[in-house]
């Protein structure tokens, strides 16, 4: 029998038989009456035959589950990921979950709670699926070194090491860590090409490509947790540099010799401090304060030189944003929860802006404040033992005030409503159904003109840019069968008002703007399959595709197009297997090919990337140490880049020239020994 058939027969099978296999299989994670209620525990016995070294091998190895990082939005509310840390998110925006989840060894985790469509009490932080790590209360003591290599065909090793350290007990915690790589990113190649041919019989031209770029990477970071005033107090700083250096030599040898340099450079330094403070005011009333403090200086170079004409573009941005919450929850019931919360923000970006052509020099400053304030209030009511329901509205106010070149200040009012049911008619089917109405946020580089040497583009700044909202319904279903399997289907649709894009502006060129309403449209099904019942001993098949359709009007050619950067279809396949013994793990995985486009005043760039391939085995010869030795880009995929220049306005479709590159990147291997020290 196929897996096809396999999975079709799951999803007509019967609500009672599908419990009863539930109930009869060892690794079933929870009793039906907490399914039912929407959180589902995860015991350390449920990961045995893994044997995970951290909290990302567990959260990676959850039925149905997909780890989301979050958004890089300015403010706290509304960007946090679907992963909680004994129930709270991190005070954090510089790191993402999956460095955090890694720091955490697998030995001190309790349980992991998979929460499906929000639950009394639960904060769900804008998501629909959560998972909750539950750390132990007893001491725990850890100190873990991280050493782990790329090792490129051209014999470049690029290494990350990590040393981290952390004393648990119960409320009171202490933990810190130092990293530091140097590596290269899927920049660097050998054998690329660019071709570029003019419909008016001009001579094509054939380039050779190569690039070369290193990045360089140093962090320490660290946190205590102590009791204070009757309740907890959590602080955390971070200080990084990051650096990146490009080039990219562009060799003519057709229609005659000829040569083209291009460079970037990057230095980027970024802090970061937080606080948390968290207390019950009474059995059922918590109250937890935020503050938050980051600030960055960016400094960004691009240069390119061929015949006739020599460029230097130099950018400075200093970047700040200052948030300070209040949080206040409370329990009603046990079916009834309320919850009240106030945010104030300030953001700030400096930008120093200097392009240089040849002998003429041009420069921009602009400096971007923003002052916000948010108030949201939301309930989570259970209605009945099979039916949730969650009802708020966030309140956003903001001023923006542009002074430099231009000087500006706009003020913005946005009701944010959002409602989710969640209905579950069986012990193993869930229904979700959302409608949220969604809010983007101006991105304060869009006020900064920017060029792209390399394409040869600029980017305007359109200081009437407003945020795009949406209104957005979604509905899923999902099923779980076999204990850890697990199947769902999920439909959104969002009604789009200013759409940013790209737009045509006074003075010529374009900029990201608002063009318009527009639509998008997006359908995911996801499945878990554990291999147990197909024969293979602790194999797990994941699997995510996702079709993506939208629709504006163009701006230039006023006909019906896909949003800019819309990929329409996404897939993702993954299998792993743990071996009997528990000493080894292998894995394959692969995404599909994938492509965008982006529409200009005068050109269309489509970005086409062929199939990824990747494979891993893992060894742990000691539940202290674990070897991994991944391969990925087996098939050295191609990434190729189509543009269509005009001599004008697309809208008069006369074509000046058509640009055609091509980049091979070779495999590459990776190498990780992760060794807790105690």
């Known amino acids: 029998m196929s897996l096809a058939s396999v999975v079709f027969a799951l999803g007509l099978a019967a609500p009672e038989a599908q419990a009863a296999a539930t109930s009869t299989t060892p690794e079933t994670p929870a009793p039906a009456a907490e399914a039912a209620r929407g959180v589902i525990s995860y015991p350390p016995s449920f990961f045995a035959e893994q044997r995970p070294s951290t909290a990302l091998d567990m959260i990676n190895r959850l039925p149905g589950f997909r780890l989301d990082s979050g958004d890089s939005a300015r403010g706290f509310a509304g960007t946090a990921g ?66 782990q290599t790329y090792l490129y065909p051209d014999g470049l090793f690029g290494p990350l090491l990590e040393f981290q350290a952390s004393r648990r007990d119960g409320i009171n915690q202490i933990e810190g860590s130092l990293k530091a790589t140097v590596d290269r990113t899927d920049q660097t190649y050998d054998g690329g090409a660019r071709v570029t041919s003019f419909p008016d019989g001009r001579p094509t031209i054939k380039e050779a490509l190569k690039g070369y770029d290193q990045i360089q990477n140093y962090a320490a970071r660290g946190a205590i947790q102590r009791g204070v005033l009757g309740g907890k107090l959590r602080v955390n700083g971070k200080l990084e540099y990051f650096s990146y250096d490009r080039d990219v030599t562009y060799t003519q040898y057709e229609p005659g010799p000829g040569r083209q340099i291009s460079g970037e450079t990057d230095a980027d330094w970024t802090g970061e401090f937080g606080a948390r403070y968290d207390r019950r ?111 708020g509205a966030r309140m956003e106010v903001s001023r923006i005030t542009q002074t430099g070149d231009t000087d500006l200040e706009r003020s913005f009012f946005y009701p944010k409503p959002r409602v989710v049911a969640t209905w579950n008619p069986t012990s193993v089917d869930q229904l979700r159904v959302r409608v949220e109405r969604e809010v983007g946020q101006l991105d304060f580089g869009d006020f900064i003109a920017s060029a792209d040497l390399t394409a040869g583009s600029q980017d305007g700044a359109d200081a009437n840019l407003e945020p795009q909202r949406s209104w957005v319904g979604e509905a899923a279903w999902e099923r779980r069968f076999w204990g850890a399997g697990s199947i769902s289907a999920t439909l959104t ?169 091509s980049l091979p990147f070779e495999p590459y291997l990776f190498i990780q020994v992760r060794k807790r020290l105690g």
């Open 82 to 147: 679907n992963v909680l840390i004994n129930g709270e998110r991190p005070t954090t925006k510089s790191e993402n979950l999956q460095d955090i989840l890694t720091r955490i060894s697998a030995s001190a985790v309790e349980r992991v709670e998979l929460i499906r469509g929000g639950a009394p009490g639960i904060d769900m932080q804008g998501q629909t699926i959560l998972a909750n790590v539950v750390i132990k209360s007893t001491v725990q003591v850890e100190k873990v070194a991280n050493i």
């Open 281 to 391: 005011l009474s059995p059922r009333t918590d109250l937890q304060l935020v503050f938050l403090q980051n600030l960055g200086d960016d400094t960004y170079g691009s240069t390119l030189v061929k015949p006739g004409n020599d460029e230097d573009y130099r950018e400075r941005d200093k970047t700040g944003e200052s948030i300070l919450r209040a949080e206040l929850k409370q329990r009603r019931s046990d079916t009834l929860s309320l919850e009240g919360s106030v945010e104030g923000a300030y953001n700030v970006l400096d930008g120093d802006v200097r392009h240089r052509i040849n002998a003429d020099t041009t420069r921009t400053q602009t400096k971007v404040e923003e002052l916000r304030g948010e108030a949201a209030g939301k309930a989570v009511w259970r209605a009945t033992p099979k039916l949730t329901v969650e009802a």
């Open 493 to 661: 649709h969002s009604e789009i008002q200013d759409v940013v894009d790209y737009k045509p502006i006074v003075g010529g060129g374009d900029a990201p703007s608002n063009i318009g309403d527009g639509r998008s449209d997006q359908f995911v099904i996801a499945l878990t399959v554990p291999t147990q019942r197909l024969g293979i001993s602790g194999g797990q098949l994941k699997t995510r595709f996702s079709w993506f359709d939208s629709e504006v009007t163009d701006p230039v050619t006023f006909e019906k197009r896909r949003i800019t950067n819309a990929t329409p279809f996404v897939c993702n396949v993954s299998f792993t297997r743990d071996m009997p013994g528990g000493k080894w793990s292998w894995g394959v995985s692969t995404s599909c090919a994938n492509e965008y486009s982006r529409f200009r005043f005068n050109e269309v760039r489509t970005q086409r990337a062929e199939q990824y391939f990747e494979g891993f085995v893992e060894w742990k010869p000691r539940p202290d140490l674990t070897v991994r030795t991944t391969l990925s880009n087996w098939t050295s995929r191609n990434v190729t880049r189509e543009r269509t220049i005009y001599k004008g306005s697309r809208a008069d479709n006369v074509v000046d020239k058509n640009e055609y590159r």
